[in-house]
């Protein structure tokens, strides 16, 4: 029921690109992504609320398609501050549970 | 984000002990979530409280574990004669409140609180 995040964790070498996918096999009726630093609390990133919905936060965008029950995160030209474990997020259908995914541990080297 | 509060950061108990965290939301916030998070695991959802009323607790242990949300005060996570498997980050995350479940929750966004990182010793 937990949403599986792929990869499940890279390496970068500030610059480069990425991009972090997360599927689920329930229907989503809207995805969340947050990020969170060793030792800290999530941070919310951005929110998906429809198919083919598209976001971006600085050089960090999300697509979501709700027919394939998938979201995916794209980080460009990554920086040293990305690095961090990137989780999807979910509302339970038919309940108030909210569910994370397996998350994606980034690392951005110098 | 620094709206949510939670005390204390760092708890340290023996088994047998009682924890006790407390989370106060955001101001007009008037929900939280608690959740549990493992060494390097993810955050799993333990219980979703309202003031005064528990709205889902399908996330608890049966045992040893209880949540309140009282009409005046922190939210309060409460175990009892904790054990070594208890020790974990507890995080709290409050929300504005929502008109149903499921599909009526997916505009909700949850803002955490620093966490309480329990050891058991």
């Known amino acids: 029921q937990q949403p599986v995040q792929s990869p499940q964790a890279v390496i970068l070498r500030e610059g480069e690109d990425a991009v972090i996918n997360c599927s689920s096999s329930?229907?989503?009726?809207?995805v969340h992504w947050y990020r969170q630093k060793h030792g800290e609390a999530p941070v919310f990133l951005m929110i998906?609320?429809?198919?083919?919905e598209q976001k971006g936060h600085e050089k960090i965008s999300a697509s979501f398609n709700e027919k394939k029950q998938q979201s995916s995160l794209y980080l460009t030209a990554s920086q040293l501050s990305y690095s961090g474990t990137y989780f999807c997020?979910?509302?339970?259908?038919?309940?108030?549970?909210?569910?994370f995914g397996t998350g994606t541990r980034l690392k951005v080297l110098a | 984000n620094a709206g949510v509060m939670q005390n204390p950061r760092h708890l340290v108990r023996r088994r047998g002990q009682e924890a006790r965290l407390r989370c106060s939301p955001m101001k007009g916030h008037s929900h939280v979530y608690w959740y549990r998070q493992l060494p390097e695991e993810g955050l799993k959802f333990m219980v979703y409280l309202q003031k005064e009323n528990i709205i889902d607790e399908s996330g608890m242990p049966k045992e040893r574990f209880s949540a309140e949300f009282p009409k005046e005060g922190p939210s309060i996570l409460r175990i009892q004669q904790v054990v070594r498997g208890d020790s974990a980050a507890y995080f709290c995350?409050?929300?504005?409140?929502?008109?149903?479940?499921?599909?009526?929750?997916?505009?909700?966004?949850?803002?955490f609180g620093a966490g309480t990182r329990l050891s058991v010793l």
């Open positions: 995350a409050s929300s504005p409140p929502s008109p149903g479940q499921g599909r009526f929750l997916a505009k909700n966004i949850q803002y």
């Open positions: 998906l609320l429809k198919g083919g």
């Open positions: 997020g979910t509302y339970t259908s038919g309940t108030y549970k909210y569910i």
């Open positions: 329930k229907a989503l009726y809207s």
